[in-house]
């Protein structure tokens, strides 16, 4: 279904303030942007939305739209807007910061109405934003939450933080009673954040309670995932409440037409040249996203176990997670002469600053992704057909690297978090035996050329040939526009 001749409906998005939200929200617009008959407006504060900027190309029309916010009104340092360059001790100020945008938003809602005459089609929130619900329920709007993070992982954040009362924080794992298709929870990862800020763990409970309880009013949840790969995880939201739908619409990133999760660096021709030396599949590109990083002693591990390895590989090198708040790399994080023996040897290529991680991913030459197990790094890797050496640090990163090791076969876990033990000689085993002619590196090649096609499927949409993802978000679309001619006030 599409809007009446000369009328263009209007959608807002309003991403929460971190890059791996910014990106798939990106992506999202993009996606609604390339319909006919859409135009597209993005929220945010005046420094997310200068991030925005960047990633957009020259030619969208998407609308970017600041919001006013002062940081240091809620005791954050000057310039503080967005969790990538954000200490953790800032992270619950931040969070709790943004639900006083409120106001401002409901106030240019008012505005889009005066000035085109009638009400956007919909408001798209962030989950961690659950307050636009009750923000779009005062004006009478449609609401939908985006997740951009997988099912799987994200069903088990919802029944901890929901119950979280009922679980002995000082037991080793935890059952899930609302989930129990799920894996046990490890509470000394589930529970990160109570661990380093005990003074206010209280704080933490109660905003995750309120937001993910407020997105469970909204009226759809829409995913960054694929019916195909994630039944488990939907099923748990669909069950949770029958007063929203549930929609699977990605990988976005494959169906939005962004510039990916890149920036232009000076560094990623010489990124390129040095992948092309290499033969096909034959590098491993390690890297942890842009908000997490492992500890000194298990870098130094690192590091030694991929010398020992023998196998080329690509490392995004950002500060041990002691040393966050550092500006610079420290060469005394490395074993010493270590990259000196890398550049000459042209087994390592080891750069600091933003990764270009989908040109990286791309290149025939990259053949193994170490990741965090974030989700747009894993859908990222998958969409490409490169399998995943897990080692993922806090939170749902863990989920998502039981989902792709366990139920997909995609990945092989080497190390969970940042207090883990590690050894080199362990990470060169494990490095040989996923990137090598093994039966278990060539399996996990194989299921993760095969979730590639099921992933591009998903979002193909031609005529006559539309995928369970595309199809997915024209049943949202068109639900919307349904509710616009019928004059609902509520539900999708």
């Known amino acids: 279904m599409m809007p009446g001749a000369g009328e263009r409906e209007h959608v807002v998005l309003f991403p929460f303030m971190a890059q791996g939200h910014l990106i798939p929200f990106t992506a999202l617009a993009r996606l609604i942007e390339l319909r006919k008959g859409y135009r597209v407006t993005i929220v945010n504060t005046p420094l997310n939305v200068e991030k925005l900027k960047t990633l957009l190309p020259p030619e969208s029309t998407i609308r970017l739209e600041s919001l006013p916010f002062d940081p240091i009104q809620h005791g954050l340092p000057p310039g503080s807007e967005n969790t990538d360059t954000m200490h953790h001790q800032f992270l619950l100020n931040l969070f709790r910061a943004s639900?006083?945008?409120?106001?401002?938003?409901?106030?240019?809602?008012?505005?889009?109405?005066?000035?085109?005459?009638?009400?956007?089609?919909?408001?798209?929130?962030?989950?961690?934003?659950?307050?636009?619900?009750?923000?779009?329920?005062?004006?009478?709007?449609?609401?939908?939450?985006?997740?951009?993070?997988?099912?799987?992982?994200?069903?088990?954040?919802?029944?901890?933080?929901?119950?979280?009362?009922?679980?002995?924080?000082?037991?080793?794992?935890?059952?899930?009673?609302?989930?129990?298709?799920?894996?046990?929870?490890?509470?000394?990862?589930?529970?990160?954040?109570?661990?380093?800020?005990?003074?206010?763990?209280?704080?933490?409970?109660?905003?995750?309670?309120?937001?993910?309880?407020?997105?469970?009013?909204?009226?759809?949840?829409?995913?960054?995932?694929?019916?195909?790969?994630?039944?488990?995880?939907?099923?748990?939201?669909?069950?949770?409440?029958?007063?929203?739908?549930?929609?699977?619409?990605?990988?976005?990133?494959?169906?939005?037409?962004?510039?990916?999760?890149?920036?232009?660096?000076?560094?990623?021709?010489?990124?390129?040249?040095?992948?092309?030396?290499?033969?096909?599949?034959?590098?491993?590109?390690?890297?942890?996203?842009?908000?997490?990083?492992?500890?000194?002693?298990?870098?130094?591990?690192?590091?030694?176990?991929l010398e020992a390895s023998e196998q080329p590989f690509l490392w995004a090198l950002r500060p041990p997670v002691e040393h966050l708040e550092c500006k610079e790399f420290k060469d005394e994080w490395l074993p010493r002469g270590y990259e000196a023996r890398m550049e000459e040897t042209k087994q390592g290529f080891l750069f600091r600053g933003w990764a270009p991680q989908m040109e990286i991913l791309e290149h025939q030459s990259t053949g193994m992704f170490l990741s965090h197990c974030g989700w747009n790094s894993s859908l990222e890797s998958l969409s490409k057909g490169v399998p995943i050496i897990a080692w993922p640090l806090s939170g749902e990163q863990l989920y998502n690297s039981h989902l792709m090791e366990a139920e997909l076969g995609v990945a092989v876990e080497i190390a969970r978090g940042h207090l883990s033990e590690v050894d080199s000689g362990h990470i060169a085993g494990v490095i040989a035996t996923a990137m090598g002619k093994t039966e278990k590196g060539e399996e996990m090649r194989k299921k993760a050329e095969r979730l590639r096609k099921v992933m591009e499927d998903a979002v193909r949409d031609e005529e006559g040939r539309k995928g369970s993802s595309a199809r997915a978000f024209d049943d949202f679309i068109e639900t919307a526009l349904l509710l616009r001619s019928k004059d609902a006030s509520l539900g999708f």
């Not at 979280?164 to 298709?181: A, H, K, M, W």
Request: net charge negative; aromatic share 12%.
């Open 99 to 305: 639900g006083t945008l409120d106001s401002a938003f409901e106030r240019l809602l008012v505005d889009i109405r005066r000035r085109e005459g009638r009400p956007p089609l919909c408001v798209i929130s962030d989950m961690f934003l659950g307050w636009t619900v009750d923000v779009a329920r005062k004006l009478g709007l449609p609401h939908a939450v985006f997740i951009a993070s997988g099912a799987y992982g994200t069903a088990i954040l919802f029944s901890v933080w929901l119950k979280i009362t009922e679980f002995d924080l000082n037991s080793e794992e935890v059952t899930l009673p609302d989930f129990p298709e799920a894996e046990s929870v490890n509470c000394s990862h589930i529970f990160r954040y109570l661990k380093f800020d005990a003074v206010r763990s209280e704080d933490w409970t109660q905003f995750h309670q309120v937001q993910f309880g407020a997105c469970l009013r909204s009226d759809g949840l829409l995913f960054n995932t694929t019916q195909e790969m994630e039944e488990t995880g939907l099923h748990y939201f669909r069950r949770k409440s029958k007063q929203y739908s549930v929609w699977a619409i990605g990988p976005i990133t494959l169906a939005g037409d962004t510039k990916g999760g890149t920036r232009t660096e000076d560094n990623n021709h010489e990124i390129v040249e040095w992948l092309d030396l290499h033969p096909p599949g034959s590098v491993l590109f390690v890297c942890f996203g842009s908000m997490n990083s492992i500890s000194s002693s298990q870098m130094m591990q690192l590091a030694t176990g």
